[in-house]
């Protein structure tokens, strides 16, 4: 029995889920797919509706590590803390979000606005403090620069230029570093969020179905994100103008209503767009318009 048991623990699907500044857009992003986590402000676990599937809050820094030991079956963290953690795991998707747009971070080296530093190349034998230091180290070595790393603990634009000379830090809009009075020089990493999973739970035919299922359903939620479902109807000889309004997301779907003079369409557009297309798509004789939101969409 204990056996049998063991054999439905080890079925179960474990997910890291990054805690932190990713830990908000992570968990509303598995409810927009349909398997919200609940969390507990005093634990590491989070529940799912499915049985089949626990989540636990880990650090983006330390996702990779705990995947490739085999600790979780599959984690979402960044691609920076991947390459900066040197180990294999398998890439299962790209899932470009952030913790307050859609886009991509960037590691950028950053000085301060009234140094006289203007490149990579002068700040040879000065240091440089950053949380990414295998990969900084890495891009002033590919350059042939002499400078030394320094690991910071944290609020690393305060330490240019009493503690170092220039420093190497995420940014998103770039608002953080403007005001700590810093300027950027060059990029070092663009960065965007990954799920990954482990090699011997991606062999596994049942968790590799599982991870695909998790990973189909969470670019379906994010494809959905601010796109929205337009349905109308229109007379068979008005047809052309409506389609040529239309910025479809592949080629609408047309269907024939049981009036044969009329036909039905439906159709994905960005929402920022239905403001100017409703209007035209009434002038083009449309009728019976709406528009609906969406949940998430499978290409």
């Not at 990054?18 to 005093?42: D, I």
């Not at 390459?83 to 294999?88: F, N, Q």
């Not at 979000?97 to 034998?125: H, I, M, N, T």
């Amino acid at each position: 029995m204990s056996d049998f048991i063991s054999g439905l623990i080890d079925k179960k699907l474990r997910i890291g889920i990054p805690k932190g500044s990713l830990q908000e857009a992570t968990l509303q992003l598995f409810a927009r797919a349909g398997l919200p986590a609940y969390t507990n402000g005093r634990s590491y676990f989070a529940t799912t509706a499915d049985p089949e599937i626990e989540c636990m809050l880990i650090r983006a820094q330390e996702m990779a590590r705990y995947v490739e030991h085999g600790a979780i079956d599959a984690g979402l963290t960044g691609l920076d803390w991947i390459i900066e953690s040197g180990l294999e795991v398998v890439t299962v998707a790209d899932l470009i979000y952030a913790k307050r747009s859609r886009g991509k971070v960037r590691w950028v080296l950053a000085v301060p606005e009234d140094s006289s530093f203007q490149r990579a190349e002068d700040l040879s034998d000065r240091i440089i403090a950053t949380e990414l230091v295998n990969v900084t180290r890495n891009y002033f070595l590919q350059k042939d620069i002499e400078v030394r790393v320094d690991f910071s603990w944290g609020a690393t634009e305060v330490k240019a230029p009493t503690l170092a000379d220039a420093i190497v830090e995420v940014t998103e809009t770039g608002s953080s570093l403007r005001a700590n009075r810093l300027r950027i020089l060059e990029t070092v990493l663009e960065s965007n969020t990954q799920l990954i999973a482990n090699k011997c739970a991606y062999a596994d035919p049942d968790k590799r179905r599982k991870i695909d299922n998790l990973a189909l359903m969470l670019q379906g939620a994010m494809q959905a994100q601010d796109r929205v479902g337009l349905m109308l109807n229109v007379r068979k000889e008005n047809l052309s103008g409506v389609l040529s309004v239309l910025p479809a997301l592949q080629k609408p779907t047309i269907s024939h209503l049981s009036d044969e003079d009329w036909l039905a369409v439906n159709t994905v557009i960005d929402e920022s767009a239905a403001w100017e297309v409703i209007p035209r798509l009434k002038a083009a004789q449309a009728e019976g318009i709406v528009e609906y939101p969406l949940n998430k969409v499978v290409l």
